[in-house]
């Protein structure tokens, strides 16, 4: 594991600190009870921050609701499973033995939160500019570019983006509950718009694919109730 770390901390050009970082972010709940769900939790937003900073540079001349659904597709799971792939973590996440037989280790929504995961580790050790560094080197042979926003929305983005335009606050997700073993976990979302008194549920297999499933069904109540 320590050789395995080494190389990887070679392929993301950060040396850390404190290597507990590192393996907590590598570990999946499957694998142990400390495993990587609060570095994913900050990664995510980190990697948000990150990839802002990233467009309003790249692409100034854009306007803010082309701005957010660039940045929604380069930050959703299909376009985090490649860079994790390209960082080698297949081969570095520790799965428990139901999940890697499982083939987890291949699994697109464990590696796009390995990902984020590590993103939030960075950001521990070495602060924003580390974190930003690691993120514009991950991104740099993406083709970012102004089509990109022709990109469909996915149904959080498109949620928000209807809430925003309406100047209502933005959904509260919960979750609601989880069932099944740990590497085959199914997750209950609720998402809540306190301001229209209105609720709805999700089920996925990851929190974040809950939280879309979760979203959808609200958009979908929106819709059919022709709110304004």
């Known amino acids: 594991m320590k050789d395995s770390l080494a190389a990887l901390q070679q392929r993301l050009h950060y040396l850390f600190a404190d290597l507990s970082l590192l393996t907590l972010a590598v570990t999946h709940r499957s694998f142990s009870a400390d495993h990587n769900e609060r570095l994913e939790f900050l990664g995510d937003s980190v990697l948000g921050l990150c990839v802002a900073h990233l467009l309003y540079q790249r692409l100034g001349s854009l306007p803010e609701g082309d701005l957010s659904r660039v940045r929604a597709s380069l930050v959703r799971q299909e376009a985090l499973h490649p860079l994790a792939v390209e960082l080698g973590l297949p081969d570095v996440i520790r799965l ?17 939160d390995a990902v984020e995961a ?17 993120v514009e080197r991950l991104y740099h042979s993406v083709a970012i570019n102004p089509d990109m926003q022709a990109i469909g929305k996915d149904p959080k983005t498109e949620l928000q983006e209807w809430l925003q335009a309406r100047r209502l606050k933005l959904p509260a997700y919960v979750v609601v509950g989880t069932q099944g073993a740990a590497h085959k976990q199914t997750f209950d979302i609720e998402c809540e718009i306190a301001q229209l008194g209105l609720s709805e549920r999700g089920i996925g297999g990851s929190r974040r694919s809950g939280e879309q499933a979760a979203a959808a069904a609200m958009l979908q109540t929106l819709k059919s109730r022709k709110i304004p």
């Open 96 to 112: 428990g033995e139901g999940e890697m037989r499982s083939g987890g280790q291949k699994r697109p929504s464990i590696l796009a």
């Open 118 to 134: 590590v993103i939030g580790a960075v950001y521990l050790d070495g602060g924003f500019s580390a974190a930003q560094a690691l």
